[in-house]
């Protein structure tokens, strides 16, 4: 699993209220993602790091930002949540293995907006 | 528009059929994955692929680069395998893109 854990694994909040979501890695991995999964779509790109203190958007940033202030940490922040943002939320991270990129993915958030 | 294309998006079958699961991709890429996430949502890596074929026990993936097409084939299936599984490809530029899933079930 590539010492991935997110916190928390579950939380509801109400719409308008900030939340943060924290991706921690034990294995210094450089790149380092965060998804949303919902029904009827494929996992989608919210942002991604490729070192600390670097990030880029990715698919569907709109409504977040990240941060990531340590190699082992990226965070992912509604500043206010709303309805649209109840989805599960998947970090991961970009390992060489081979020559090549595997991804490994941390164990899910399921976040619940009302 | 969706970069990558599975089919079908749902599959039933008996234990032991032969199973085959296809993706299709419109981007250049570097590599392409086949995961596996089972109901509470857990999301395993199956395979990496660049080229060819590859095994490990009864899963085969292929992919045709020039074809932009790749397959996932399940020999004997067994109800372990019911999951959905999910066809990524990684471009140049390592962004990540992916399929909306297969979701499998074989029934005893």
């Known amino acids: 699993d590539a010492g991935i854990t997110q916190s928390p694994r579950h939380k509801v909040t109400e719409t308008g209220t900030p939340v943060t979501l924290r991706c921690h890695q034990t294995?210094?991995?450089?790149?380092m993602y965060w998804y949303r999964q919902d029904p009827g779509h494929g996992l989608r790109l919210i942002h991604y790091s490729y070192g600390v203190k670097d990030t880029d958007k990715g698919e569907v940033s709109d409504g977040y930002s990240v941060s990531r202030s340590k190699t082992e940490d990226f965070l992912l922040t509604l500043e206010s949540a709303t309805s649209s943002q109840t989805s599960v939320y998947f970090c991961?991270?970009?390992?060489?293995?081979?020559?090549?990129?595997?991804?490994?993915f941390g164990p899910g958030t399921r976040l619940t907006v009302t | 528009k969706n970069e990558v294309e599975q089919s079908p998006q749902n599959l039933t079958a008996q234990e032991g059929e032969f199973i085959t699961i296809n993706c299709s991709y419109s981007v250049g890429i570097s590599a392409l994955h086949w995961l596996q996430q089972h109901p509470g949502g857990g999301i395993v890596s199956l395979f990496m692929l660049s080229s060819g074929k590859k095994k490990h026990g009864r899963l085969i993936a292929t992919i045709n680069i020039q074809e932009k097409h790749s397959s996932l084939h399940i020999t004997a299936s067994h109800p372990r395998d019911s999951a959905v599984y999910i066809c990524a490809v990684r471009t140049t530029g390592n962004q990540f893109y992916f399929g909306t899933g297969t979701s499998l079930t074989v029934i005893p």
């Open positions: 294995e210094n991995h450089r790149y």
């Open positions: 991961a991270i970009s390992a060489q293995l081979d020559g090549a990129s595997e991804q490994y």
